[in-house]
């Protein structure tokens, strides 16, 4: 137990000035008679001339021990108290008013000049700052972190800013997230990580998957790394799996080019916990999304998702100058199949004929059914003869397939029109839409199981838009 000096005020420099004073009046009386100890004859010392000198000297050391004090000591203690009456202001604007704090940065330290009491008082002020510093940093990112999950249920969206906080916020310099779809990982975002998609196949990935904790991979500095991972020399790369309910959702890649300390590793974990709900969220919007794109019967695009990517691809082609080709396909005689086989039998060759126009397509390329019997492709960068050719070998694979429906053998054609931008100029996608119509119409009007270029009507073409006002729908 600490023992300390009575206080006489509620000041302690003010008491420091009385006890030294009054320690100083103590040696001025004892001075005296120490003297006659030494040796001193008394009739020089017991003199009251003697004792008043004595008694000034005492004060007067008294007043100068507290003036050296005053100069010493008290500007370190008074620079403690301003930089704490900071830090106060500084942590209320910040906690009430939502705001940067005003003492966050160097201007907070204190210089530790001396190696006891005071020095040991500046380093535990100056750790208490770092500490407070770490926790609104942590606050930060945390608030900004939140915000970036409830306000992103696009799964590449939320991807991208996961990564970029992460990147943002710990030393690493490069990152990926890679979520399991259909037994595999898949890339969903990456920053700074070369082929990023040869990666999702790495063994580590799925070890960590099964795994459901935080791999820590060190790269010695004598071994050569051959830069397929990140464009800089990592030392260490952490795999994080992300995890909801116990169920792992995928994982990110983080990788260094510096030691990944303690904080970094604290922030890691932090963002883990928050995006397992945020990711499971992303995809199952994701999901749904999907799902309201789709035509129940044959799992492509409905028409409405068809409609929509036509308008992108249309934008996209005017700003790359690039062709694109519209095609109209449908079913012929298909109320004949209906009424003689049955309207199962009737869903059994859109289906049929759904899969053989996805056979022939490329990636990039997109199918929906556009109503009934009736699909739309869209081709982008395809030109005139790409067109005719996609179209022929969908007519074709029809004409080949087969139904069978218990002992019998049902066989289809369909009629193809399709149009080609820019060879045919149009204002809008409609536009394009409208004449690859026409050009389906001419096909089913001039005999069907064909294919048929809007180009190629020339003469005919307001001839046919005069027989489809008169008659809107399409010969079965």
Known sequence: MQMHMPRITRKIFTDQLIWMMTLGVL??????????????????????????????????????????????????????????????????????????????????????????????????????????????????????????????????????????????????????????????MKLIYAQGIVNAKQLAQHDYLLKAMDGHRIERITLPENIQVDGLLTKFRPQEVVIVPVLFKQRNLGV?????????????????????????????????????????????????????????????EFKRIQRNEAPLGVLMIDIDHFKNINDTYGHLVGDKAIVNVSKSILHTLREGDVLARYGGEE???????????????????????????????????????VSIGYVSYPQTEVEDEMALLHYADQALYNAKETGRNKVISFADLSGETEKLSKQQAEQPGLPS
Request: hydrophobic residues 45%; aromatic residues 8%; proline residues 3%.
């Open 375 to 413: 699909f739309l492709v869209i081709l982008p960068g395809a030109s005139e003869h790409n067109c005719w050719n996609a179209a022929e070998r969908i007519r074709r694979l029809a004409e080949d397939s087969i139904l069978r429906v218990q002992d019998k053998e049902v066989r289809f054609t």
């Open 27 to 184: 040696l001025g009386v004892i001075f005296p008679p120490f003297m006659i100890v030494l040796g001193v004859p008394a009739e020089y010392v017991l003199t009251p001339l003697f004792f008043g000198a004595s008694l000034m000297a005492g004060l007067l050391m008294g007043v100068m021990n507290f003036g050296l004090v005053h100069f010493v000591v008290r500007p370190h203690l008074k620079e403690l108290a301003e930089r704490m009456a900071m830090i106060k202001t500084s942590v209320n604007h910040k906690t009430y008013q939502e705001s940067e704090a005003h003492c966050m940065g160097n201007s907070c330290f204190i210089e530790a000049v001396s190696d006891d009491e005071f020095g040991d008082s500046a380093r535990a002020f100056n750790e208490m700052v770092k500490a407070l510093q770490n926790a609104h940093e942590v606050e930060y990112v945390y608030t900004n972190f939140s915000k970036a999950l409830s306000s992103n249920l696009e799964l590449e969206a939320l991807s991208n800013e996961a990564i970029r906080l992460l990147i943002e916020h710990t030393v690493c310099s490069a990152g990926g997230l890679y979520i399991e779809h259909e037994g595999e």
């Open 252 to 312: 990110f890649v983080l990788a260094s080019p510096v030691h990944i300390n303690e904080q970094s590793l604290n922030m890691i974990q932090m963002f883990r916990q928050g995006m397992g709900l945020a990711l499971n969220n992303a995809i199952a919007h994701e999901s749904l999304q999907r799902l309201a794109a789709l035509d129940g019967l044959t799992n492509v695009y409905n028409r409405r998702f068809g409609l929509k990517r036509l308008k992108e």
